[in-house]
């Protein structure tokens, strides 16, 4: 990777600070081109010193049509994954592929020694997920899941305000995600690494995990489709200190997509859809207040800003999109699908 110069506020998403004469852009690139790499591209144009470098596709055509919507007339096409790896003017990667691909697509980026930022859920298992976690760490590459909802403003304040004791001893967290899904293969086909767990269900079990870490016990039940996918389920999860979360995820109903945190002193409450709020009301001391931290685009900015500070630092691993809690709800995810009956994968 080419050294690199910068100077960053902090403060401010997507402002660069006043001393910057000689800032070098964090050079991006994105690795396919499918609906969630629109969104991201859509929201890296939004984050000052960051910029869309090039665009990997298997095809040519999609690439150069990616780039000509969303780059400038500098972004590079390529059309072939294994082109867009080898370029040397790309600092670091987003892989948008869906999860079935991740391991093969994120290796042929550590292989290529760029830094990677590969959209959730990481993997399909916890072994291949643990194996991109060591591959990164032994080989120094900055590596992270692209967990928005962890970096969004309000999200992170109300994690905050309970982390803080503002609600007193948390006693319940409730989240729940769902939509009617399309008759999209990617949602419906196991081969592609359909799962409403891994698409949806990730939120809300992150969410919980955001709040009260890591539990001691999980009940799951649910429904699986003719093709053995889970569509529709919920769990309960138990904690040593006496908590319980309730989620529940599905794609195959309109959910109320809302979250919960309760205690003995207060309580938040998240308006759909929680995984990416605006804002957020807490009642504490018998008032109401409703709290709302800036939001810049739909905010994948937050995630892409959060990347480009940890590069800029020097550092491999994110505090933000922590990979150890990355394996830990993968290693959930793989005992409420087992729990499920889902065949391992």
């Given amino acids: 990777m080419t050294p690199m110069s910068f100077a960053w506020d902090n403060g401010r998403v997507g402002v660069m600070s006043s001393d910057s004469t000689n800032v070098s852009p964090i050079r991006w690139g994105i690795l396919a081109t499918g609906h969630i790499a ?10 000052e010193g960051s910029e869309l470098a090039a665009v990997g596709s298997r095809r040519i055509d999609a690439a150069t049509d990616f780039a000509q919507r969303f780059g400038t007339t500098a972004t590079r096409t390529h059309g072939s994954y294994e082109e867009l790896v080898a370029d040397p003017d790309v600092d670091v990667i987003y892989v948008a592929t869906p999860h079935s691909r991740h391991l093969e697509d994120v290796m042929l980026c550590f292989d290529a020694g760029k830094a990677v930022l590969c959209e959730k859920a990481l993997t399909m298992n916890l072994a291949d997920t643990q194996t991109l976690v060591d ?17 969004n403003p309000n999200i ?32 419906w086909d196991p081969a592609l690494g359909a799962s409403a767990l891994l698409d949806v269900g990730i939120y809300p079990l992150t969410f919980a995990h955001l709040i009260l870490g890591e ?51 207060g309580l938040i409450e998240v308006p759909p859809r929680f995984h990416h ?3 957020f009301t807490h009642w504490h001391d018998e008032q109401l ?8 685009g739909r905010g994948y900015s937050h995630e892409i800003s959060e990347v480009a500070d940890c590069l800029r630092a020097g550092k491999t691993e994110s505090a933000l999109l922590p990979l150890d809690e990355t394996v830990s709800i993968m290693k959930q995810m793989t005992e409420i699908l087992s729990q499920l009956g889902v065949a391992p994968r």
């Fill in 215 to 265: 539990p001691v016990a999980i009940t799951a039940a649910g429904t699986l489709s003719d093709q053995g996918i889970d569509v529709n389920a919920g769990a309960t999860l138990t904690y040593a200190n006496g908590a319980i979360a309730s989620i529940a995820w599905t794609q195959i109903a309109h959910s109320d997509n809302r979250a919960s945190i309760a205690g003995d002193a």
């Fill in 277 to 279: 709020p605006t804002e």
């Fill in 289 to 296: 207040d409703t709290i709302s931290e800036p939001v810049t």
């Fill in 156 to 187: 992170r304040r109300a994690k905050e305000l309970a982390a803080d004791g503002k609600l007193g001893q948390i006693r319940q967290v409730r989240a729940e995600l769902g939509f009617v899904g399309p008759a999209n293969a990617r949602l």
């Fill in 135 to 151: 591959e990164a760490r032994k080989r120094g590459l900055f590596f992270a899941e692209a967990m928005w909802m962890r970096t």
């Fill in 38 to 47: 629109e969104s991201f591209a859509d929201d890296l144009a939004l984050v």
